[in-house]
Every structure is written in C-alpha cells, then in structure tokens.
C-alpha cells in the first residue's frame, strides 16, 4: 500500500467523521453511550467544522504526491513554483 492510498482513506475518514459529527451529533455521542442536549450539540457541530477544514490541506498532500514523486521518499518535498 503506498502513502497516496493511505492519505486517501485518511481524507475517507475525515469526510466521514465530519459528515457525522455536523449531521448527527447526538447519534455520535450515543456510540459511546453519552446523552447528547444543546450544549454538546453545538460543541460538536463545531468540532466538525475543524475537522472539515483539515480536508483540503489533506487533499493537496495527496496531490502533491502525484505531482512530486520524490516526496514518498522525503527528498524534493519542498518545491516552489
């Protein structure tokens, strides 16, 4: 499995987590059996808009390898346009 793979199902992971933790906080935090109010509500709402950021700096990495290859082995990491 190389580290474009495994940055993709990273960014898999993320979407997920986000797509829950925004849509269905409550629900989120029944898997660990807490009982979700308002408060808790919001305080994950915005925990997935943090998560949902951290997607599209996740993206351009994975893009970034595909452009660069060098950067699967950490030499070339650092190019400027």
Same mark, same amino acid.
């Given at each position: 499995?190389?580290? =474009?793979?495994?940055?993709?199902? #990273?960014?898999? &992971?993320?979407?997920?987590?986000?797509?829950? &933790?925004?849509?269905? !906080?409550?629900?989120?935090?029944?898997?660990?059996?807490? #009982?979700?109010?308002?408060? %808790?509500?919001? %305080?994950?709402? #915005? #925990?997935?808009?943090?998560?949902?950021? &951290?997607? !599209?700096?996740?993206?351009?990495? =994975?893009?970034? %390898?595909? =452009?660069? !290859?060098? /950067?699967?082995?950490?030499?070339? /990491?650092?190019?400027?346009?």
């Amino acid at each position: 499995m190389n580290l =474009r793979n495994i940055i993709t199902f #990273t960014i898999l &992971l993320l979407v997920v987590s986000a797509i829950g &933790l925004l849509f269905f !906080p409550s629900k989120m935090l029944a898997v660990v059996g807490i #009982t979700g109010n308002d408060q %808790l509500d919001f %305080l994950l709402r #915005t #925990t997935g808009a943090g998560v949902v950021s &951290l997607i !599209p700096g996740a993206w351009i990495v =994975r893009s970034r %390898l595909t =452009r660069f !290859p060098g /950067c699967a082995d950490r030499s070339g /990491c650092l190019h400027v346009s």
